[in-house]
């Protein structure tokens, strides 16, 4: 049974940072392709960061330069390491595997099987 915890949320002030974790169990870690996904209030989820099973990264638009996605395989845990916050990153990030093969991106929220249940980023002006 696939199961993913998201952790490390919280309220900072526009130009902070946070460190979001995710950890993971009951599969292979190393073989998913693993993304962070947000929802803000009246809006549709979307796609910030993925990585794939071989380490490749690819980021929305928006967050690039800013972000970082990354994962320790050993610990079986997922990072999002977030500066320059701005209030429109203000949203419900979750964590998300996806098992199969082929595209490891963002763009396609409806392409992963697998969700943590969420932690709320604030970013305040």
């Known amino acids: 049974q696939v199961q993913l915890v998201a952790s490390g949320g919280g309220s900072v002030q526009a130009g902070g940072s946070l460190r979001l974790s995710c950890g993971a169990s009951g599969y292979t870690f190393s073989s998913y392709c693993m993304g962070w996904f947000r929802q803000a209030p009246g809006k549709e989820r979307e796609g910030v960061a993925t990585i794939a099973r071989d380490g490749g990264t690819d980021y929305a638009y928006f967050v690039k330069g800013r972000f970082i996605i990354s994962q320790d395989n050993a610990k079986n845990a997922l990072y999002l390491q977030m500066n320059s916050l701005k209030p429109e990153d203000t949203a419900m990030y979750y964590c998300?595997?996806?098992?199969?093969?082929?595209?490891?991106?963002?763009?396609?929220?409806?392409?992963?099987?697998?969700w943590g249940q969420g932690t709320q980023v604030t970013v305040s002006t």
């Open positions: 998300a595997a996806r098992a199969v093969g082929g595209y490891c991106g963002p763009g396609f929220p409806s392409l992963f099987g697998y």
